[in-house]
T-cell receptor
């Protein structure tokens, strides 16, 4: 158990809908990262938050957004969903260099 | 997005054999991390490397940070059935802060 929790485990929704994925980092970790894992793109960095502030952005679509709250949990919001957004979404947290991953949320868009 | 070149893509070995996999990049990395992922689960951190030339072990696993800072390898000795899974290298590029860039993964199958 990495200490990083993610909910929900599975999510099935229709195209055009909006969903929110939630992540709680390890106790004491200030950084939260979001990654997307798809069959054709592998694991790709989306966005990083550090102590409530956006720190870095990767290959994140404009339809996606994230935030980190004062209690350090983070949410990833995905809107206007398309079939191609179906993937595993992972959250990771770190205190410095090592990143610890949560169990992921499997999103299926139908 | 950029990915590291990881090889081999897959390996089929007998229990007890040693395994070696590696990652290369055209960019310089400050940190190399090796993860194992089981189906439907999140990547689990196996080994972290911080300095060029560093050789680190974790049980039957040994990993090295290449001298050029553009490559890393992972060795697994005396493989056992529970070593089955996908192994990923990941690194933090010198110019990209703390985000991780991942390799494509090595699918390891161990036959008892």
């Amino acid at each position: 158990d990495s200490g990083v929790t993610q909910t929900p485990k599975h999510l099935i929704t229709a195209t055009g809908q909006r969903v929110t994925l939630r992540c709680s980092p390890r106790s004491g970790d200030l950084s939260v990262y979001w990654y997307q894992q798809s069959l054709d793109q592998g694991l790709q960095f989306l966005i990083q938050y550090y102590n409530g502030e956006e720190r870095a952005k990767g290959n994140i679509l404009e339809r996606f957004s994230a935030q980190q709250f004062p209690d350090l949990h983070s949410e990833l919001n995905l809107s206007s969903l398309e079939l191609g957004d179906s993937a595993l979404y992972f959250c990771a947290s770190s205190d410095q260099y090592e990143q610890y991953f949560g169990p992921g949320t499997r999103l299926t868009v139908t | 997005g950029q990915q590291l070149n990881q090889s081999p893509q897959s390996m089929f070995i007998q229990e007890g054999e040693d395994v070696s996999m590696n990652c290369t990049s055209s960019s310089i990395f400050n940190t190399w991390l090796w993860y194992k992922q089981d189906p439907g689960e999140g990547p689990v951190l196996l080994i972290a490397l911080y300095k060029a030339g560093e050789l680190t072990s974790n049980g039957r696993l040994t990993a090295q940070f290449g001298i050029t800072r553009k490559d890393s390898f992972l060795n697994i000795s005396a493989s056992i059935p529970s070593d089955v899974g996908i192994y990923f290298c990941a690194g933090q590029e010198e110019t990209s802060g703390s985000r991780l860039t991942f390799g494509e993964g090595t699918q390891l199958t161990v036959n008892p």
